[in-house]
């Protein structure tokens, strides 16, 4: 017996007063369902959203694992989330977040390409933006994405820019591809969903005449990623 059907997997988003951002959730968790659909797939919201994770953690069937619906890996996956698991007493563990992993790599690059963006505009800078931690381990990971999304382009660069927190700022990476010759720019948004701060970021691109892509969204690759974060955990757990 596949040692994924005897475990819950609950997919833990931050949560978000948008009622997009909670949508891709539960689109992504369904997804999940349809790829495997012997497993219990429970989607769950950390606050601003429902339901609950403590909730969820509280009506578990037996046990669980935690996949955090996170891009970084900061403080929602060090401190929000294990503080809720552990305070919950219920039998689950806590997989990895999403991360840069090359599945979602693949699917910013689709999001690149709905936008008529071309791997051969030597007149094109990417820029990167996502959301700022105060981890600056978090921060150099993000960053490495605008270097893999340029790997093999003829771009004339990627830079990563933060929406919140640390610098460079959006405006700031803009002009720094500027001065390296871009002459169009696009913003490749490092996010599952859309929210209010994609929504500030589309506005500064609508204000400055810069295209931007859509978010990764609800896809087979995003949903396939949060799988191979629970298989790990699971495989793991079976040996031990």
């Known amino acids: 017996m596949r040692a994924a059907r005897l475990v ?8 978000s007063v948008d009622p997009r951002s909670a949508a891709v959730t539960h689109a992504v968790a369904g997804r999940i369902r349809r790829l495997r659909p012997w497993l219990d797939v429970r989607p769950a919201f950390l606050e601003k959203a429902a339901p609950n994770l403590s909730d969820v953690l509280a009506g578990l069937p037996g046990p669980g694992i935690v996949v955090p619906f996170l891009l970084a890996d900061a403080y929602h996956a060090h401190i929000d989330l294990p503080a809720v698991i552990e305070a919950s007493g219920a039998d689950v563990a806590q997989a990895d977040v999403l991360g840069e992993d090359p599945a979602l790599l693949s699917v910013l690059r689709q999001r690149l390409a709905e936008r008529g963006v071309s791997p051969d505009d030597d007149g094109l800078g990417v ?15 993000t960053a490495s994405v605008a270097r893999a999304l340029g790997t093999g382009t003829r771009w004339v660069g990627t830079e990563v820019a933060f929406a919140t927190g640390p610098h460079p700022g959006v405006d700031d990476a803009a002009q720094l591809l500027r001065a390296k010759g871009a002459r169009r720019l696009v913003i490749a948004p490092w996010f599952l969903a859309h929210g209010r701060i994609t929504d500030r970021v589309a506005n500064y691109a609508a204000a400055q005449g810069i295209s931007m892509a859509e978010p990764l969204g609800s896809h087979n690759l995003v949903a396939a990623t949060v799988l191979d974060r629970f298989d790990a955990l699971a495989a793991a757990t079976v040996a031990a």
């Open 8 to 15: 819950t997997l609950i997919l833990t988003a931050h949560g």
């Open 127 to 141: 820029l990167v933006v996502a959301v700022g931690s105060s981890s600056a381990t978090a921060n150099a990971h």
